[in-house]
């Protein structure tokens, strides 16, 4: 009698849970669609499924993404609604629709009357008014040419080189020498962190560079945590993230902090540099990206503002070393996993240094463009690591895509895993494998590492170029010995080893 009784009870649980969470999941369905929208705008809205009040469809997301397999979350969708490459869902607190086969992603992200950018308004916040997420078509096109030909042309690369290869040598040299293992994420982004602050300031980069590495770490944090975030909610939450991750607790508190403390740092050398300008050492600094926006002139004859400047730069140099030194780093780990490919990627650099004329000191850029292994090396690496998972976008009107509609102020999310891993696109897509690049070109929007469209990361060039210095060299003289090669991989906010690739870095002898 008490068993039945249990029983019962059980029932009755199940069925109110039942019944709760099927009124639950129809609450965003019935607010965001049947209540907003027209019945026509209803009809021709992309397949999906809203989720829950407030939460959306967050929880799916953080289970695959805290899972071993992430693209769990996309692959539930083409299961369930089919391969329509768009869907609609409840995302970062917005009603969302999500693109993810090479067609929809590439009119999404070429089509810039019809589409804004769509981050959060944290990014926005931490990154600036003049930031490249935040400003119109018309002025990004205008600091663009300005901001970026110093990182773009085959004549503006090859002024970096000699610097980038001198930090690789003293880099690698230095962790050799070192008898304790290194974090080796963590000093790959010292070494990329070095390159884009000479880039953009010129020589007193260095004198700053200790000064703001730190801070720059807790905007980056909070630039990518806060595009996770749910509005109304402490994403940490519902992530339980890991204690190493300490910046989620407090993390737009520390995030707007540590801009603040780096707008500090950047006007004492926007001003030291005005008044180097102004005196007798006008030439005693190497000029940096800095010193070009403080030339610089609309048709009006008005130059950027001090707040402009720093908000450029901010975006500058937190964008330009984060792909490089985790692509990097994957590239190694990778090429270690399969020792063919390590051999046939060393035996291509030890051909290059063969053909060497004796006289000449150090890499060039013929030589780099000769790296055939290493560029299908690359590309590889950034398209099973997915740096970043999607790219944000929102409609600006209501748009008609493959006969679906996205309603104005939709979110709309370029979802680069979707299209990285879709063995349609790429047979075997779990597979690392350099080689399915020869004789391959990606068909439009199916390779979108750095985005696509107008506004494409303007670093991908010098990106590669690093990556490729570094690889050269580490190829050439040093092996790496994880100390936990099997430990568990962290998707979020970039994917990396839990243990930021503790090991050791070993010299050849030669």
Request: aromatic share 10%; net charge positive; with cysteine.
């Amino acid at each position: 009698m008490e068993l039945d009784l249990l029983w019962l009870i059980l029932a009755i649980l199940l069925g109110t849970y039942g019944v709760l969470f099927g009124f639950l999941s129809r609450i965003n369905e019935w607010y965001y669609v049947s209540f907003r929208l027209s019945h026509e705008k209803r009809q021709a809205l992309p397949p999906g499924d809203m989720g829950w009040p407030v939460l959306g469809k967050m929880l799916s997301f953080l289970r695959a993404f805290k899972s071993s397999n992430p693209d769990n979350f996309i692959y539930n969708l083409v299961d369930r609604y089919g391969r329509t490459g768009i869907y609609k869902s409840y995302l970062f607190g917005s009603p969302s629709v999500i693109v993810c086969t090479p067609e929809t992603c590439r009119r999404v992200l070429m089509d810039t009357e019809q589409f804004a950018l769509g981050y959060p308004a944290s990014t926005k916040h931490l990154t600036g008014k003049k930031s490249f997420h935040s400003i119109s078509v018309a002025e990004h096109k205008r600091l663009r040419k300005l901001t970026t030909s110093s990182i773009t042309g085959n004549e503006a690369l090859a002024m970096y080189i000699e610097y980038i290869q001198n930090i690789v040598i003293t880099s690698l040299d230095k962790w050799a020498r070192n008898d304790k293992p290194i974090e080796f994420l963590t000093e790959m982004r010292k070494i990329a962190f070095k390159v884009i602050t000479h880039i953009f300031l010129g020589s007193d980069s260095d004198s700053i560079l200790g000064s703001v590495e730190k801070y720059y770490t807790d905007i980056l944090y909070g630039l990518k945590s806060s595009a996770i975030n749910i509005p109304g909610f402490a994403f940490h939450r519902a992530l339980k993230v890991e204690e190493d991750n300490i910046y989620e607790l407090n993390l737009m508190f520390l995030s707007d902090q540590a801009r603040n403390k780096l707008l500090k740092i950047l006007q004492t050398v926007l001003d030291e540099r005005r008044a180097m300008r102004e005196s007798k050492d006008k030439q005693k600094a190497k000029r940096g990206m800095i010193d070009l926006m403080m030339e610089v002139e609309d048709e009006n004859g008005k130059k950027l503002e001090d707040a402009d400047i720093k908000d450029l730069l901010l975006m500058f140099l937190l964008a330009g070393h984060e792909s490089s030194a985790h692509a990097a780093m994957w590239a190694i780990l990778y090429l270690h996993q399969h020792p063919e490919m390590l051999q046939k990627a060393k035996e291509e650099q030890e051909e290059i240094m063969k053909r060497r004329p004796s006289t000449q000191k150090g890499l060039n850029l013929i030589e780099i463009k000769q790296m055939e292994y290493l560029a299908k090396v690359i590309d590889e690496t950034l398209r099973r690591t997915n740096l970043s998972f999607a790219n944000f976008r929102q409609a600006k009107v209501d748009v008609t895509i493959k006969g679906y509609t996205i309603p104005k102020g939709w979110k709309v999310l370029v979802w680069n895993r979707g299209v990285h891993m879709d063995p349609e696109n790429y047979p075997h897509p779990n597979q690392y494998d350099p080689s399915r690049w020869e004789n391959h070109v990606a068909k439009p929007g199916a390779f979108i590492p750095f985005g696509a469209g107008p506004r494409i990361c303007p670093g991908a060039d010098l990106a590669k170029l690093e990556i490729s210095i570094f690889l050269h060299y580490f190829l050439l003289n040093y092996k790496l010995e994880q100390l936990n090669p099997g430990c568990r991989i962290v998707y979020l906010p970039i994917p990396k080893p839990s243990d930021n690739c503790l090991a050791k870095v070993i010299k050849l002898r030669s």
